[in-house]
């Protein structure tokens, strides 16, 4: 049985942080990404990890921010997000695959991946 499941999420003020987690199982994953959706917009992909290097991709809007990282014994991933700001508000969501993926092509390609969880709302007051 294939599943990820996000955790973490919350209210918090402008410039704080949050740390989100990934527990997945069941499956056979070379990679994960993050990807997040506000109301009313498109799904959007933050941050991605290929396992076999840990080489990490970002996108421009949380470059600096945002970090994406593993556990080194099991399928858990964590999306640090730090200085948050009033546009990063959203549901947030680990993805995978079930065939090994370029991140640098999945980040921007949610329909790319055919793994995910259900999701971690983020939000953010000023």
């Known amino acids: 049985q294939v599943q990820l499941v996000e955790s973490g999420g919350g209210l918090v003020q402008s410039g704080g942080s949050l740390k989100l987690t990934c527990a997945a199982s069941g499956g056979r994953y070379t990679g994960m990404a993050w990807f997040r959706q506000a109301p009313g917009k498109e799904r959007q992909g933050a941050a991605c990890?290929?396992?076999?290097?840990?080489?990490?991709f970002y996108a421009e809007s949380v470059k600096g921010r945002f970090t994406i990282s593993k556990d080194n014994d099991r399928d858990t991933v964590y999306l640090q997000m730090d200085d948050l700001k009033d546009e990063d508000p959203a549901v947030y969501y680990c993805?995978?695959?079930?065939?090994?993926?370029?991140?640098?092509?999945?980040?921007?390609?949610?329909?790319?991946?055919?793994?995910w969880g259900q999701g971690t709302q983020v939000t953010v007051s000023s």
């Open positions: 990890m290929h396992f076999n290097d840990r080489r990490t």
């Open positions: 993805a995978s695959d079930r065939v090994p993926f370029p991140c640098q092509i999945a980040i921007n390609s949610p329909l790319s991946l055919d793994l």
